[in-house]
């Protein structure tokens, strides 16, 4: 930044995308000199806004009256306070005005675009497969005890009664298949982000047909990281429980550490004091560490019959006392409603209980933001085309442009720095109507790519604006084979150190796509998953690891291990599989696998999310105890 002060500084005073010059005092003179500066700009071959805003501002602020013949300008925006939203009006506005990307596909891209094409034909097959198979829980048997046997309804019809008709948020799906202790078919428990009573509220509903829906190591991360998204975005949590506790044989991953099974219910206390608000519906068995959940909420609802809070079922007392004893009587929802004091309503059916969660929510005394925008303009090329745009392989990449020209809204992109550092592209573009910055790889990230992104990643910050970061990071890691190479080496990983450094300090909200590869320490500037991106999402072609499999022999070569072919096929496999989208997600180091189609409808819900974030009334110098 420092470097470039003096031109920044012009580049502030000339721009009307900067937010400094059209928030509170702006005024004619400064509308003027806006006026006057844009039509310079455009003599230096910037777009001209001039006659737009102008326009605008005079339909905006200014109400024309007639008096004795003459037309006086009467200045609503100093009478009016609800003319402060002239700002985003005008902000909405000029973005249309961005410069349209051309994202046409040329004849010299068909060959790498049908081979990446076939490639993504071969994932999307795999990530319907998945899809559907974790959709059966626990299989035909476990769903047949539990809907006849156990009378309880399923997990994704549960959740269909508590969240509001529309679009939901699904975390981490295949989290758990493949684990070195078996398949765990989505980890056990659904998480994501629905709207309930119209709140944008994080779920965590455990799926008892996996194994009765005890919590294994991965179910552990899936509702910590679910967790972690309440916390950061600040959104109510709602928690399903049908849970038989921590699974047994495999303890010492669950219980013992800092972030096991402990960090839970720690926080829950956390986020309640803080004025998140913990919302539980007991919907099935809450044994040992499960019972915690229901009994630290702000508020629980307990269905009858089906749910049971209690730290040891009638085996156990019967073992340890001799004692009979029914679940009802031991831990039923009358007993917790009229003689614990457990859980605050008591729910005679599964329906009822989720009406009942619906009106705690709707009690929340939450300012909702404004409507959406629904006015944007839809890119002018096809989705669907990504898919020969997302690279088989990191030679396989197409310019970033062509992928943002189907992202963003009426494919407009406005490219700051755009002859510097161009291995690195970085703009403003409007995503469903919501301002972005965008952070793409095109290329290495060189001394002057890094340089340029740790500049916009700030700019961002300044203007509270959200940045999407684009990661499709090299597998060939630069190495110093001479000394004459090393100063500019040592060069680019100091402007790389100054890119993590912008984007680690950055406090905007930022999503993080895996496009194709996140390799090394590239994919640290690129906010991956150590740097706490709000989201991160993979294309199911993205490839995620220290180095690529194709490069593996290069390593070993520079380590003097050199192998013989058969040892190397086999690192090269393990690699293969290891680095694989499928391979990173079901270990939660990622929020989900997303078809490369679908990334818009992704970013645009995240961007609805984060929007909801600062409008609790809260009062965090005021920790109340809402648990007697
Ligand atoms: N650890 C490991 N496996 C468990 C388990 C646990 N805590 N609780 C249940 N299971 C397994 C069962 O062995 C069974 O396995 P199977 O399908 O291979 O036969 C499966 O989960 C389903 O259990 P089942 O009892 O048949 O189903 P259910 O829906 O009627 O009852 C529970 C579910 C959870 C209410 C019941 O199994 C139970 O009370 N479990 C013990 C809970 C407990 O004491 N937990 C303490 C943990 S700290």
Not at 251 to 260: G, S, V, Y
Not at 589 to 618: M, Y
Request: charge should be positive.
């Amino acid at each position: 930044m420092r470097c470039e002060l003096a031109a920044r500084s012009r580049w502030f005073t000339g721009r009307f995308g900067s937010r400094s010059r059209l928030t509170s005092s702006f005024g004619f003179k400064e509308y003027q000199k806006m006026q006057q500066e844009s039509c310079n700009s455009n003599k230096r071959g910037q777009p001209n806004y001039a006659t737009d805003v102008r326009r605008l501002w005079t339909a905006n602020t200014c109400l024309k009256i007639h008096f004795l013949g003459k037309t006086i300008l009467w200045m609503k925006i100093l009478c009016f306070p609800h003319n402060l939203m002239f700002n985003s009006l005008v902000r909405t506005y000029l973005t249309k005005a961005y410069p349209v990307l051309n994202g046409k596909l040329q004849p010299i891209h068909q060959h790498v675009f049908e081979s990446n094409l076939q490639n993504s034909m071969i994932h999307s097959k795999r990530y319907l497969e998945l899809m559907k198979r974790v959709q059966k829980g626990g299989g035909e048997k476990a769903i047949l005890r539990h809907t006849q046997r156990n009378r309880k309804l399923l997990v994704r019809d549960r959740l269909r009664l508590l969240l509001d008709k529309g679009e939901i948020l699904e975390l981490s799906p295949f989290a758990g298949l493949g684990m070195p202790y078996g398949d765990i078919p989505a980890a056990g428990c659904l998480t994501g982000i629905g709207k309930v009573s119209g709140v944008w509220c994080v779920f965590i509903a455990n799926d008892a047909t996996v194994k009765g829906g005890t919590v294994y190591p991965v179910a552990v991360k899936k509702q910590l990281r679910a967790q972690d998204i309440a916390i950061q975005n600040r959104l109510p949590c709602i928690y399903l429980v049908d849970s038989g506790g921590a699974f047994l044989p495999l303890q010492a991953d669950i219980f013992p550490d800092k972030n096991h099974g402990g960090r839970t219910f720690y926080n829950e206390a956390i986020m309640s004091a803080t004025g998140i608000p913990q919302v539980a519906v007991v919907c099935g068995s809450c044994t040992a560490g499960g019972a915690y959940i229901p009994t630290m909420a702000d508020e629980t609802v307990m269905v009858d019959k089906i749910g049971t809070i209690f730290l040891a079922g009638p085996p156990l007392v019967k073992a340890a006392t001799g004692e009979d004893s029914s679940p009802e009587d031991l831990g039923g929802a009358t007993m917790h409603a009229k003689v614990s004091g457990c859980i605050d309503h008591f729910a005679a059916t599964e329906e009822e209980a989720y009406k009942c969660a619906r009106n705690i929510i709707a009690t929340l005394n939450l300012e909702l933001p404004p409507n959406m925008p629904t006015d944007f303009e839809e890119p002018l090329y096809a989705a669907e085309e990504l898919n020969g745009l997302a690279p088989r392989d990191y030679a396989y990449t197409l310019d970033i442009k062509l992928v943002l020209s189907r992202l963003t809204d009426g494919s407009k992109f406005l490219e700051f720095k755009a002859l510097f550092g161009t291995t690195l592209i970085t703009g403003f573009a409007q995503i469903k109507g919501h301002l972005v910055g965008i952070v793409a790889n095109n290329g290495e990230l060189t001394h002057n790519a890094s340089l340029k992104g740790s500049h916009f990643v700030q700019l961002c910050d300044q203007r509270n604006i959200p940045i999407i970061f684009l990661q499709n990071t090299r597998p060939n890691v630069t190495v110093t084979r001479t000394l004459s190479k090393a100063v500019a080496v040592t060069n680019q990983l100091k402007a790389q150190g100054s890119m993590i450094a912008s984007v680690a300090c950055a406090t905007v909200p930022k999503i993080t796509i895996v496009i194709g590869g996140c390799y090394g320490g590239e994919s640290f500037a690129m906010c991956g998953r150590s740097f706490d991106p709000n989201f991160l999402f993979l294309w199911p072609n993205a490839r995620i690891g220290l180095v690529s499999p194709n490069h593996c022999s290069e390593f070993l070569e520079i380590d003097g291990n050199i192998q013989d072919d058969a040892q190397l096929k086999t690192m090269k496999e393990m690699l293969e599989d290891e680095t694989s989208a499928f391979h990173s997600t079901s270990r939660i180091w990622d929020d989900g696998v997303i078809l490369p189609a679908d990334t818009r409808t992704v970013i645009g819900q995240c961007l609805n999310i984060f929007k909801q974030e600062p409008r609790f009334h809260s009062h965090p110098e005021r920790q109340v105890t809402l648990r007697i």
